[in-house]
């Protein structure tokens, strides 16, 4: 697998609802309606898919298949609750997963 960076975006309208990117900020190839419903991205983090040989909700293979051929891959969750995006690296590390409370400190 190349080195290759992925931009990943959340929508602000939207709970539940990513954009994974093969190029930062560039949204010129999606189309028009998709990106109305998305809103205004918001960048969320960058990864290198290389060093991952499985991510939390998605599929290394299909991630590589539509950035290969649309340069982009949405992610809708199904779920209520708001990912945490801390919580999922710590699980990928097979750390525990921090309280709410321990979130909030981090964040003062």
Do not use: C, W
């Amino acid at each position: 697998m190349a080195d290759r960076l992925v931009f990943v975006y959340k929508s602000r309208n939207k709970q539940g609802r990513y954009l994974y990117l093969k190029e930062k900020d560039v949204f010129a190839h999606i189309p028009a309606g998709l990106l109305d419903a998305f809103g205004v991205p918001e960048f969320v983090m960058m990864f290198a898919l290389s060093k991952h040989k499985s991510l939390p909700k998605v599929k290394v293979e299909d991630l590589e298949e539509a950035l290969d051929t649309k340069g982009y891959f949405l992610r809708i969750d199904l779920e209520d609750v708001e990912e945490n995006l801390i919580n999922q690296e710590r699980k990928y590390r097979g750390l525990e997963p921090l309280s709410k409370e321990e979130l909030s400190e981090l964040f003062k």
